[in-house]
């Protein structure tokens, strides 16, 4: 059986402390797992590394983990990809973010658009929550051990209006685009790739996207949906100059 890996939270956590579990750990450790003490457990809280430690009391309530040592995590990978999506459907946002942090995407930044979904400031504030929460639990199933920042979302323009990293350069998937991914050089610093929404980029903001300095990229002869377009691209970018190799 897999070790199960569960966030804590972003206290600092010390080999030879005893540290309480999280209710959603709590739940699944004990009610879904049906561990018992003396079961071993992964924790980790952001920094970069990982805390082995065993199950050691389990109450009706609440349970608490002994943390054993602290070891450096290697999951990072050394490509610096910023994922910059426009918000999406539920399901459909949910699985780009998932699937980006077990691609290696170090910041996620939800942008909204002309054409994308548009939701109150409420429902935004929460889906932010939301969309946090899936960052960590796919750390909590792919190995990380540090957490992408998801990004409070912004209108694409005031994204593009912001200068990029020194170094790095701007993708923006377009399905007409004169080249693909393997017509350009890594950059030095990180690479921003740029995903519309289900209708695609309005023409205003098409243009205002090479004005600021995005270069435009396709994925072979089909049109892509956002959900797919993202995962695509991140996968051939971290098989291009990344880890997946």
């Known amino acids: ?29 004990v009610h879904v797992l049906r561990l018992r003490p003396g079961a071993q ?44 999506q426009a918000i999406s459907k539920a399901e459909h946002m949910d699985l780009t973010l998932q699937k980006a942090v077990e691609l290696g995407v170090q910041m996620i930044q939800p942008v909204l658009s002309t054409r994308g979904l548009r939701l109150p400031a409420d429902r935004l504030a929460r ?18 051990s540090h957490i992408p ?8 323009n005031a994204w593009l209006d912001t200068p990029p990293s020194p170094g790095g ?8 685009a004169p080249c693909g991914l393997d017509a350009l050089a890594p950059a030095q610093g990180p690479t921003e790739l740029l995903i519309g929404p289900e209708g695609g980029f309005a023409p205003d903001e098409l243009a205002h996207a090479r004005r600021t300095g995005a270069v435009g990229v396709r994925l072979g002869p089909r049109v892509l949906r956002t959900e ?16 997946l190799t």
């Not at 065993?54 to 608490?64: F, G, I, K, P």
């Open 1 to 29: 059986m897999r070790i199960p890996r569960i966030y804590t939270g972003p206290d600092a956590l010390h080999p030879g402390t005893e540290v309480e579990l999280p209710d959603h750990a709590f739940r699944h450790t």
């Open 41 to 84: 457990l992964v924790l980790f809280n952001g920094d970069g590394h990982d805390y082995p430690a065993q199950l050691a009391n389990v109450e009706r309530r609440r349970a608490s983990a002994q943390i054993q040592e602290r070891t450096p995590n290697a999951s990072e990978s050394a490509l610096t990809l910023h994922l910059i």
């Open 127 to 144: 889906k932010l929550e939301h969309w946090r929460g899936v960052a960590v639990a796919a750390c909590e199933q792919c190995g990380r």
């Open 149 to 156: 920042h998801v990004r409070e979302p912004l209108g694409l």
């Open 169 to 176: 350069q701007r993708l923006l998937l377009e399905p007409t």
């Open 228 to 243: 797919t377009a993202g995962i695509v691209a991140l996968a051939l970018l971290q098989a291009r100059w990344g880890d």
